[in-house]
């Protein structure tokens, strides 16, 4: 089983950057495939960021791709999410999930564990 949980988020001016973070328990954090998604109130989650098991294979959304970074410390038991070039619809709650190497596809919403969301707002 996996628990994570989501420090950060915060209030950015757009055009800033920040990082998210995403603290996994467990031993066998490195076997596990992580993503990001996002959720805006009254919108379905959509799918931000992926990265394998391994890192072997990182998946973006086009909305985000170019400025997003997502990537992992398997030592730390840690996914990150770095945002660069933030823009007000960058704004909503977002969530961290894993699921088991190869169980779902990276950019699905088919993750079985999930954080508890971190508020995200970027202004104008």
């Known amino acids: 089983q996996l628990q994570l949980v989501e420090p950060g988020g915060g209030l950015v001016q757009a055009g800033g950057s920040l990082r998210l973070s995403c603290a996994a328990s467990g031993r066998t954090f490195s076997s596990y495939d992580m993503g990001w998604f996002r959720q805006a109130p009254g919108k379905e989650r959509e799918f931000v960021a992926a990265?394998?098991?391994?890192?072997?294979?990182?998946v973006y959304a086009a909305s985000v791709k170019g400025r997003f970074t997502i990537s992992r410390d398997n030592a730390k038991n840690t996914v990150y999410l770095q945002m660069n070039s933030l823009k007000p619809e960058d704004t909503p709650v977002y969530y961290c999930?894993?699921?088991?190497?190869?169980?779902?596809?990276?950019?699905?919403?088919?993750?079985?564990?999930w954080g508890q969301g971190t508020q995200v707002t970027v202004s104008s």
């Open positions: 999930a894993g699921d088991h190497a190869r169980m779902v596809p990276l950019t699905t919403s088919r993750y079985r564990y």
């Open positions: 990265i394998s098991w391994s890192g072997g294979r990182i």
